[in-house]
C-alpha cells in the first residue's frame, strides 16, 4: 500500500484487525525484515510495517532523514488510517525512531519495543564511524554493505545464517546511495532519549544481544536494571529476528498483549 507524503510515496503493509502494533525496520533494511513475526501477530492485532524513508520502496525526503522526519510521517500514515494509538516496536535504527515517535506523539503510545536498540546517542567516536561510513559507501556500496551486513551476526552464527546474509545483503544493495547516507546523517545526530525513555507511562521492553557488536549489551543492561523496562537478552548478535526469531516473536506476542 501507498500513502503520499511530502510528494513521497511511503510504501506500508496493513494486516490484521484489533489495536495496533507498528513495525518498523532498522537501518540497510525494509518492512519484510517482519515477515514471520507480523503473520503471527496479525492474528490477533492489526499490524502496520513501514518503509522508512529511503529504504525498501520508499524514496528519498531529502539529505538527511532524522528520525523526528520520519517519525512525523509515520504519524501522517497513522492518522490517514485514522489510528488513535499503537504499540510500535522497532529494530535497531527502527529503535530510535520509535523513540522519537514516542517523545513527539506520548498520547498515542500503548508501548514501545526497542529490538536490537539503544536510547542512548552516538558517542564521538560512533559519530566519526558513521563519516567514515558516508564516505565508504559514496566510494564502493556493495563493499560497504557487504562488509556492514556480515558483521552484524553473532560469528558463531555468521556460516549458519549465510542464506540470510546473502538475502540481507541482495535487499540492502537496494537501498540507493543517497538514502544509506541520509539515514546515517540522521542517526549521526539524534539526541539521547534515555531519560524521555524511562519515564514514559506505558509498556517498554528492550531486546539485547549477547553478542551484538553493535549495541554494547552489558551498558544497555545496566542502564534499565532498576527500571519499569522489560529486557530480553538473547544468545545472538544484531539481527534478532533471524538469529533469535522464535524467542523474539514469543517475546513480541508476550509483550502487545494489551
Excluded at 230 to 249: F, Q
Aim: hydrophobic share 40%; net charge neutral; aromatic share 8%.
Amino acid at each position: 500500500m501507498i500513502y503520499n507524503y511530502k510528494n513521497v510515496a511511503i510504501n506500508y503493509r496493513d494486516n490484521g484487525e484489533g489495536k495496533t502494533v507498528v513495525l518498523l525496520h532498522g537501518f540497510l533494511e525494509d518492512l519484510t525484515i517482519w515477515k514471520e513475526i507480523a503473520l503471527v501477530i496479525s492474528k490477533t492485532h492489526r499490524v502496520i510495517a513501514i518503509d522508512l524513508f529511503g529504504h525498501g520502496k520508499t524514496p528519498c525526503l531529502g539529505y538527511i532523514h532524522t528520525m523526528e522526519d520520519m517519525a512525523k510521517s509515520i504519524n501522517a500514515l497513522l492518522n490517514h488510517l485514522n489510528i488513535k494509538d499503537v504499540v510500535i516496536i522497532g529494530h535497531s535504527m527502527g529503535g530510535y525512531v520509535s523513540l522519537a515517535f514516542s517523545e513527539l506523539f506520548p498520547s498515542k503510545i500503548n508501548g514501545i519495543g526497542l529490538v536490537n536498540s539503544t536510547s542512548e546517542p552516538d558517542s564521538e567516536e560512533k559519530k566519526q564511524n558513521r563519516d567514515r561510513a558516508i564516505k565508504a559507501v559514496k566510494h564502493n556500496q556493495q563493499t560497504f554493505v557487504g562488509m556492514s551486513v556480515a558483521n552484524l551476526f553473532a560469528p558463531e552464527n555468521r556460516e549458519r545464517f549465510q542464506n540470510e546474509i546473502f538475502q540481507i545483503k541482495k535487499q540492502a544493495l537496494k537501498t540507493p546511495v543517497q538514502g544509506i547516507i541520509a539515514a546515517l546523517e540522521g542517526m549521526k545526530i539524534r539526541p539521547s532519549r534515555t531519560d524521555f525513555f524511562k519515564s514514559l507511562e506505558c509498556k517498554k521492553m528492550i531486546v539485547i544481544g549477547q553478542h551484538d557488536p553493535v549495541m554494547n549489551p552489558k551498558s544497555t543492561r545496566q542502564l534499565f536494571e532498576n527500571s519499569d523496562v522489560e529486557i530480553l537478552e538473547l544468545s545472538g548478535g544484531h539481527m534478532s529476528y533471524i538469529e533469535n526469531l522464535e524467542d523474539l516473536s514469543d517475546f513480541i506476542v508476550h509483550f502487545i498483549d494489551f
